[in-house]
């Protein structure tokens, strides 16, 4: 599968912002879909799970309650709605598939497809 994620930009502080990751092929229903994100000089890190069907979501603590993950199985598309956004937020953010997670607390290294990233500024 091919990940393209977008909806990246500049906010300011308290904002929101609704990343996308749009999917090819016709087994995105069958992934486990994760958001990651990477701030600069740090390592990428888990930011949020969300099963095959989409009723079941894990969250990191920094963006629990903020932060909300979603997909549509039929659109083939992954989305991050983000919510009171802070500076701490800021990174580049990259939305990932792994065929056979039986949980949704993700690690990079389950992770079988990537897409490119997309860039969250949020200013102070």
């Known amino acids: 599968v091919q990940l393209q994620a977008s909806g990246g930009g500049l906010v300011q502080a308290g904002g929101s912002l609704r990343l996308s990751c749009a999917a090819s092929?016709?087994?995105?229903?069958?992934?486990?879909m994760g958001w990651f994100r990477q701030a600069p000089g740090k390592e990428r890190e888990f930011v949020a799970g969300?099963?095959?069907?989409?009723?079941?979501?894990y969250y990191a603590d920094s963006v629990k309650g903020r932060f909300t993950i979603s997909r549509d199985n039929a659109r083939n598309t992954l989305y991050l709605q983000m919510n009171s956004l802070n500076p701490e937020d800021t990174a580049v953010y990259y939305c990932?598939?792994?065929?056979?997670?039986?949980?949704?607390?993700?690690?990079?290294?389950?992770?079988?497809?990537w897409g490119k990233g997309t860039l969250v500024t949020v200013s102070s």
């Open positions: 990932a598939a792994n065929p056979t997670a039986r949980s949704l607390q993700l690690d990079d290294y389950g992770m079988k497809y």
């Open positions: 092929g016709r087994t995105f229903s069958s992934y486990v």
């Open positions: 969300v099963s095959r069907s989409g009723g079941s979501t």
